[in-house]
């Protein structure tokens, strides 16, 4: 069993940033390709950042240019950077594998993009 730890939510201004961090408990990055998640209030979870374990990077039109997905094998975390985030971006984060494993999901970490 894997364990995935999100973290680095938070409040922020529309146009600031957040850098969102999800610890796995093992590593498996080299195994599985790892998406970061969100679910907005009253939608569907959706997959907004992918990388592969050869670190090709794929993003939801949404975010692309935004946001920015990486990986760092040695700490088996993976990373979010958000920038110029806008209110639409307010949701809970999460981290998976992608495509996701049910056991998997963590507690995620809340984004709030307000004034």
Sequence with gaps: QVQLVESGGGLVQPGGSLRLSC???RSIFKIYAMGWYRQAP???RELVAAITSG????YAD???GRFTISRDDAKNTVY???NS????DTAVYYCNTNPPINGYWG???QVTVSS
Aim: aromatic share 0%.
């Design 42 to 44: 009253g939608k569907q």
């Design 55 to 58: 670190s090709s990077t794929n």
């Design 85 to 88: 985030l806008k209110p639409e």
């Design 80 to 82: 979010l950077q958000m």
């Design 23 to 25: 610890a796995a408990s």
């Design 107 to 109: 507690q995620g970490t």
């Design 62 to 64: 949404s975010v692309k």
